[in-house]
């Protein structure tokens, strides 16, 4: 059971405590996707966790996006993104992607679509959207996204995050929260 604390200045409701809550998401395995965009003649980009199709009519996806994150308000004024699906070999791409240092796209062979959005190297799959509503929920932004394009890329077998670490078939480095969830690494 996860602990809760009473805090009667919200609605009396209790309240979770974050590293516990934390803990309990890593039981849910997702794939792991980079959300590309351009600042101008820039591409920026971030790695995400949070991705799910919403519609098929209107073909919609949505992502979430933390408000401390520097890449998602530059893409978010650009209005248009490109989820890029990671395959299960591509840890190089998400750690690039997931932290907050160093150059993204130095020496990295991307391309840019016809949607004027970066589209990496190798994914599973392209989803080229544009930004359709955003919607502030706690400290993330719940982006809904147009579907412009779908473009498969690869065959390959996705990657997962399960447990705070990459894959379920062999364990893997324990990745800790602040490496991939802290400092607004991930959006």
Not at 48 to 74: I, K, M, N, Y
Request: proline share 7%.
């Amino acid at each position: 059971m996860i602990p809760m604390t009473a805090e009667p200045a919200l609605t009396g409701l209790p309240q979770l405590d974050p590293a516990a809550f934390r803990r309990a998401m890593a039981e849910f395995a997702s794939g792991v996707t980079v959300i590309t965009g351009m600042d101008g003649a820039e591409p920026v980009g971030f790695a995400c966790q949070s991705f799910a199709s919403v519609s098929l009519e209107p073909p919609l996806v949505l992502f979430c996006a933390d408000h401390r994150g520097r890449t998602w308000p530059l893409i978010r004024a650009s209005g248009r993104f490109c989820v890029n699906i990671l395959g299960e070999d591509q840890q190089d791409l998400c750690g690039r992607f997931g932290s907050s240092k160093g150059l993204k796209y130095q020496g990295l062979d991307w391309e840019t679509s016809r949607w004027d959005t970066p589209s990496l190297p190798g994914v599973l799959l392209r989803v080229h959207a544009s930004v359709h509503s955003v919607h502030a929920e706690g400290d993330h932004d719940v982006v809904i996204g147009r579907i412009l394009e779908v473009e498969h890329v690869n065959d390959g077998r996705p990657m997962v995050f399960f447990r705070s670490r990459f894959g379920l078939d062999e364990p893997a480095p324990l990745l800790t929260p602040e490496m991939w969830f802290g400092s607004g690494q991930w959006g």
